[in-house]
């Protein structure tokens, strides 16, 4: 494949991917505030301590697996089936595990209402295991288009669902109900859309060969998802269930944002990396390209949720929440550091070294578990800054071994960093300043968000930033390319 057609591919599934994750994660986020306004912070953080352990079990059934079938650049439709059962089969074990162990994990937390609740939303397992293999023939065909149909139809359709039930009374049941109908309606529309559909095609050495590499990605996922969620166990078992309510809704706006870039980006990044995972060069440009542009466009967003975190949650989520906004502004700071450690994952992963990344996570939980144990019984302010020192550790680690694999060092990263971070820094300050007005909340939060976007685009076309020329240079060329196309199809014939 040619660099030009490299370039248009990766920049075409690039904005389906982006446009699936931010439409779809737009309208999750809408649905979810109208939920929060329906139900308690309690029933959150019942949903919060289940959704803990079926995380966990997914990571054998969808981490890994998906990404293993990418990696390998021959993968054909006997790599596909075969993985394909033994996901099913390894995730119908799971949940029978899951289902046996909900009362001893209820006895442990002192709560039997999260024994119905984990026997039931435990089901999202084996659908999982076969979205994972549809999603993985999709992103192996840069297909995202149709990626994008399947994750706003279930987005919609089990937000409304939930939103239903929580407005009839069911509490939590409606927040289990969204998550499966989510899974149900994501399996159906890429059953029907994407080309792929199991065959009855087993061979034991393409698993081995297969699991072979994706077991050390499971490792790292493993470790990765554990550390993530150890601060709810931790949270849950210490203090109380509205406690991580208020953690992880602050947790969620910045999370939000972030996955819907980050994740993005990431999906279209890591194939386009194994295209040229020959071409140090090559690879080097991609990722320096994804970090800027990522950084570009993550870190403004982060900082002006510090600045406008309070004015948010009273307009959105109203009094009942407010207790939430120190960890929103804590956790903006923590996924502010993402955008470095998700480019130089990246890399990594494309030339193959899943030993390292094992590697890599080990010494990183390892920090960040001693940085729990001196927090978790000081307070749950004091484990959200930990965590966020351990972000920040995070990010240091991630970056040094790319200097000897593609010649990428910390010092020049930085370097492609600092003119969005700055730029970012003084607009978050400059918004700040907005909330001492004394007019109602949501005319100072509506100032904040149109003056935060005036300061930040117009310093960045005055001083050339570089990833806004990039990025206004595509989109520009794109829509002129587009404009002359439609001008030549309705042109008359002569």
């Known amino acids: 494949m040619s660099d030009k057609s490299l370039k248009d591919k990766v920049f075409s599934g690039a904005l389906w991917a982006f446009g699936e994750r931010v439409i779809s994660q737009g309208v999750s986020f809408v649905l979810s505030i109208v939920l929060a306004r329906l139900l308690m912070p309690s029933e959150y953080g019942v949903i919060a301590l289940v959704l803990v352990f079926t995380n966990l079990a997914n990571v054998f059934v969808a981490n890994g697996m998906g990404e293993t079938l990418i990696q390998k650049k021959d993968a054909d439709e006997t790599d596909f089936s075969s993985l394909f059962y033994v996901s099913l089969i390894l995730s119908i074990g799971l949940y029978t595990i899951l289902f046996f162990l909900a009362p001893y994990i209820a006895m442990f937390y002192d709560n039997s209402k999260l024994v119905p609740v984990l026997q039931v939303i435990a089901l999202i397992l084996p659908l999982s295991s076969v979205i994972t293999i549809q999603q993985a023939y999709v992103s192996k065909q840069m297909m995202f288009k149709k990626m994008f149909f399947a994750t706003i139809g279930g987005t919609l359709a ?113 194939p386009a990396m194994v295209e040229v995972n020959n071409d140090i060069g090559h690879i080097k440009t991609v990722t320096r390209r994804s970090m800027k542009i990522t950084a570009y466009l993550i870190l403004p967003l982060m900082i002006g949720l510090v600045s406008i975190a309070h004015s948010l949650v009273l307009v959105l989520l109203t009094e009942k929440w407010i207790a939430s906004v120190p960890f ?65 550790i995070s990010m ?99």
């Open 158 to 270: 089990s937000g409304l669902i939930g939103i239903f039930m929580a407005y009839l009374g069911f509490g939590v049941w409606s927040l289990v109900a969204q998550y499966l109908f989510n899974a149900v309606v994501n399996t159906i529309v890429l059953f029907f859309i994407a080309q792929w559909r199991p065959k009855l095609l087993f061979s034991m050495n393409s698993v081995k060969k297969l699991v072979g590499f994706g077991w050390k990605l499971v490792g790292a996922n493993l470790i990765n998802t554990f550390y993530g969620e150890l601060r709810s166990l931790m949270i849950g078992k210490l203090y109380t269930t509205t406690a991580l309510a208020y953690y992880n809704r602050g947790n969620q706006f910045p999370s939000l944002l972030i996955t819907s870039i980050d994740t993005a980006i990431g999906k279209v990044l890591f």
């Open 396 to 494: 240091i680690i991630n970056m040094l071994p790319n200097k000897k694999l593609i010649n990428y060092s910390m010092v020049e990263q930085i370097r492609d960093l600092a003119p969005s971070l700055l730029l970012a820094l003084v607009m978050g300050g400059s918004i700040y300043t907005i909330s001492w007005v004394a007019i109602p909340t949501i005319s100072i939060l509506l100032l904040q968000i149109i003056c935060g976007a005036v300061i930040y685009l117009g310093a960045s076309h005055l001083f050339k930033i570089d990833s806004y020329v990039y990025l206004s240079s595509i989109i520009t060329t794109k829509l002129r390319r587009r404009g002359l196309r439609t001008l030549a199809e309705g042109a008359p014939n002569v």
């Open 328 to 392: 929103l502004q804590i956790c903006c700071v923590y996924w502010l550091f993402q955008p470095m450690q998700t480019a130089n994952w990246q890399a990594i992963k494309a030339l193959g070294r899943s030993d390292m990344l094992v590697k890599l996570e080990i010494y990183k939980k390892i920090i960040g578990v001693c940085l729990l144990l001196i927090s978790m019984n000081i307070s749950v302010y004091a484990i959200a800054i930990s965590n966020t020192a351990f972000a920040g």
